[in-house]
């Protein structure tokens, strides 16, 4: 990875990839955080059991899982409840 301003202990973390017990790659930006939302409400329509499932701990279908992309302002609060309420009435 380019980072110029980073010591070797962090270039060396930023090259590491994906933890292997990591449940899903997480991809920074817009498109990746569209695109996590797009298929948890409307390719999988995990959105449906979202009250049951969202304490889960383990796999990448449990909860949403949207929660860095919010963090880090990917995607906004705004997208995802307009997307599950588009979701709730046509379903």
């Known amino acids: 990875a380019d980072l110029p301003f980073a010591n070797e202990e962090e270039r060396s973390v930023a090259g590491a990839g994906a933890h292997p017990d990591g449940v899903l790659p997480f991809e920074g930006g817009e498109s990746a ?17 979202y009250f049951e499932t969202r304490n889960g701990m383990l796999g990448g279908d449990y909860s949403s899982k949207l929660a860095p992309w919010l963090a880090h302002g990917c995607v906004s609060p705004r997208t995802v409840v307009a997307e599950v309420r588009k979701f709730e009435s046509q379903r």
Not at 35 to 45: G, I, L
Request: glycine fraction near 0%.
């Open 33 to 49: 955080a569209l695109a996590r939302v797009r298929y948890y409400v409307w390719e999988s329509e995990k959105i449906a059991t």
